[in-house]
């Protein structure tokens, strides 16, 4: 890495030096002052035609770290719901740093730039601004306030520019040779590579192409292509790859005494958390619509056994029946604290209003009141909905958000007609000690219905989504638990914490990806988009991906579909397995108006599969051996007959329709008119190229499944010539 990454981040000047349009009374040059309360104080485009666009000239070249938009004190529907933005050392070779959108609110968003390639930092002097969506449908676009930070000192730039400029060298060289080389011009290309000593791919994919193209040994390039597989050469591309998602309904196999099912009943609002080391997963309390419950649970995932471990808690020691509790599981103490509930209006007396907490020793099977009251011991007072996660290296539980609930006698929100939120509490275990890290505010606003995870290696808790009375947040934020900073994550997708719909969320510290499954909507007013979405956050790549969407909204299908997958709900629970890699979902309110006591007592696995590298070999093989097929067709139909009906045949996923389809359709290429024999002779020059532009093709497929840094460029020299 250049040495720019451990350089001070400043401001950056710039002057605007470009611009497609402007509005009357709206320049460019009103992007220099960040004046919230002025509504004139904005470029506006004067038409919304693309491309429109602003260009920013820096005052000396620098690595841009982020651009900060201001905005107006106000919603705005010329604001910009999508833009992209690019950089480079000249207004005429940029690329792309940024995909992105802004919120149609007050508050200014910073976006980190993209600033390195192959993991070294690449210097910009412009920054091109090109807005594709205003908030309001047909609007001109307008941008408020514009500010760039990164690195501008020279030392730590040259550094990265020297860089930069040998990359864009060696960049160019091997264009030229992949060009040469698919062009045939075998001399041109020897000598330059002899002349400059650069070398086009990895030694693996010469011998790739050498094999293949130049000598067509398609059993040899088979080999190479297996044993490249077997190397792992593949995983890359594998992981690279979208998730296909597998439910599959769990059924139970234990029963009673009387022969009849052995498993929890149909509830909501209950906790589950699980053991990652015996494969068994807690179920406490909940709410069967009808009464609140207090029954504990444990379900073996290797026997499928549910097993009851306490029909009601309250007996036996630990907390009482309740719902919209929290719960968390230290699976190496195996100890389970639960934290937190719901009463209904008519239950909050004074005296009912401690906030007990309580832990599970899951080895001799009893409760502890750690305290009766957490709100007396500088704790969180009695709250439901909020998130609760544990750190088990450090032993600290973190506690953030949800409703507090006050008497009726005394309730300062019936005064002020607002909700009371808590805040940021930290649990220390073995000094049994409650802090407050941060109070509700502005820069951690507390909220319901939210997520809340605890990332073990980075040490951070990713926050998201939620509620707060009627508005509904879709905000992402971190929070460092050794530090205390906060940083708003700007990404480039914001679906996946998407407002208004209940999501339950997990995290995979191993492969750094946030999981958060949206359902059904608490407010009846957003019931009729519902929505089954699961959706993937990649931590390194700040990125969301949907990996499934259904949208479908009638009960005949959701009938139909009972026994395939989850119908949309809220109230549920999910836990996740990071080590095995499958989630566990159970009941949950489907929010039926004509039922509205109805609850779910459906329980699943979720499993997020991707291609194996078998099955990427297996592909390999397929196209090795169709192309080996086209080749003989032209040569030998009757051979290629053969070989169609046995060795490619092997290859072939018969449960693929496309892939079937074209396998059958194989067939029709051996039954071409042909040309007599002194026709033929005149084509042989014209099937010589033919093939080798046929293996190249070929080359250039199996190449996408190998690592980026092992390949030749992915651009093409033709491709950079302009047309005008």
């Not at 000598?215 to 979208?242: N, P, R």
């Not at 998602?245 to 149909?266: A, D, L, Q, T, Y």
Request: aromatic share 12%; net charge negative; proline share 4%.
């Amino acid at each position: 890495m250049a040495s720019c990454s451990s350089s001070k981040s400043f401001k950056l000047e710039y002057t605007i030096v470009k611009w497609s349009s402007y509005s009357q009374s709206y320049p460019p040059e009103n992007i220099y002052s960040d004046k919230a309360g002025d509504q004139s104080s904005r470029w506006s485009s004067d038409s919304n035609n693309p491309p429109q666009y602003l260009i920013l000239k820096l005052e000396k070249p620098a690595i841009v770290e982020s651009i900060t938009f201001g905005k107006y004190e106000k919603t705005h529907v010329c604001n910009l719901k999508k833009f992209k933005i690019f950089g480079g050392l000249s207004e005429d070779h940029m690329i792309e740093l940024l995909e992105s959108g802004l919120k149609n609110d007050h508050i200014p968003e910073t976006f980190q730039l993209r600033n390195e390639i192959d993991n070294h930092h690449f210097p910009c002097r412009y920054i091109k601004i090109v807005p594709t969506q205003a908030w309001g449908p047909s609007f001109n676009f307008s941008i408020w306030y514009v500010e760039l930070k990164g690195v501008n000192d020279w030392e730590s730039v040259k550094t990265c520019m020297n860089w930069y400029h040998t990359y864009r060298e060696r960049e160019a060289i091997r264009l030229c040779l992949k060009h040469f080389r698919q062009r045939q011009y075998l001399e041109a290309y020897d000598a330059l590579q002899k002349k400059t000593k650069i070398v086009l791919e990895h030694p693996v994919l010469t011998e790739l192409h050498n094999l293949l193209v130049t000598k067509g040994h398609y059993d040899d390039c088979e080999q190479l292509v297996s044993k490249a597989c077997q190397e792992g050469l593949f995983d890359q591309y594998v992981s690279q790859q979208d998730y296909v998602p597998v439910w599959n309904s769990i059924e139970p196999v234990s029963k009673n005494n009387v022969g009849n099912e052995c498993r929890p009943g149909m509830r909501g609002g209950h906790q589950m958390c699980i053991d990652i080391h015996t494969e068994i997963i807690y179920l406490f309390g909940g709410w069967d619509g009808n009464h609140d419950l207090a029954d504990l649970w444990a379900y073996h995932v290797p026997s499928k056994n549910w097993t009851c471990l306490s029909r009601n808690t309250e007996e036996e020691g630990g907390p009482s029946a309740r719902s919209c509790h929290k719960m968390c599981l230290d699976y190496e103490r195996k100890q389970i604290f639960t934290l937190g509930r719901y009463l209904d209006a008519s239950m909050r007396a004074s005296e009912n209003l401690k906030c007990d907490f309580y832990m599970y020793d899951i080895g001799s099977a009893r409760w502890t009141l750690i305290t009766e009251d957490t709100g007396s011991v500088d704790g969180p007072k009695l709250i439901f909905d909020h998130q609760m996660v544990i750190d088990i290296e450090k032993q600290n539980m973190f506690v953030f958000g949800g409703r507090i609930l006050s008497s009726s006698g005394s309730d300062s929100e019936r005064s002020s007609h607002e909700p009371v939120f808590s805040g940021l509490y930290y649990y220390h275990i073995p000094t049994s000690t409650w802090t407050q890290l941060m109070e509700d505010c502005k820069e951690l606003r507390s909220r319901i219905g939210h997520s809340m995870l605890f990332h073990p290696v980075r040490r951070v808790l990713y926050i998201f989504a939620g509620q707060r009375s009627r508005e509904f947040l879709n905000d992402f934020l971190i929070y460092n638990v050794d530090t205390g900073s906060i940083d708003v994550i700007s990404d480039t997708k914001r679906e996946g914490c998407q407002a208004g719909f209940t999501q339950r969320a997990t995290l995979d510290p191993e492969l750094n990806e946030i999981h958060v499954l949206s359902g059904l909507s608490r407010d009846k007013d957003k019931r009729d988009n519902v929505k089954n979405s699961f959706w993937v956050y990649d931590i390194n790549k700040n990125r969301w991906s949907c990996i499934y969407k259904n949208e479908n909204t009638g009960q005949n299908y959701w009938t139909k579909m009972q026994h395939v997958e989850p119908v949309p709900r809220f109230a549920h629970q999910l836990v996740y397995d990071h080590v095995r890699k499958v989630h566990y979902l159970f009941g949950g309110n489907p929010g039926k108006d004509s039922l509205p006591k109805m609850r779910l007592d459906d329980f699943w696995s979720l499993k997020l599969c991707r291609p194996s590298t078998n099955h990427l070999l297996r592909k390999c093989r397929y196209l090795i051996r169709k192309f080996r097929f086209k080749e003989m067709a032209l040569t030998d139909p009757r051979e290629a007959m053969v070989y169609l009906q046995t060795k490619l045949a092997q290859t072939v996923d018969h449960d693929d329709t496309d892939e079937e389809k074209e396998f059958q359709l194989l067939a029709t290429t051996l039954f071409k008119d042909t040309l007599g024999d002194d026709e033929r002779m005149g084509e042989v020059d014209t099937d010589n190229d033919e093939r080798f532009q046929s293996r190249t093709d070929l080359f250039d497929m199996l190449v996408n499944y190998f690592p980026d840094h092992m390949t030749q460029p992915k651009g093409n020299l033709v491709d950079l010539i302009p047309l005008d």
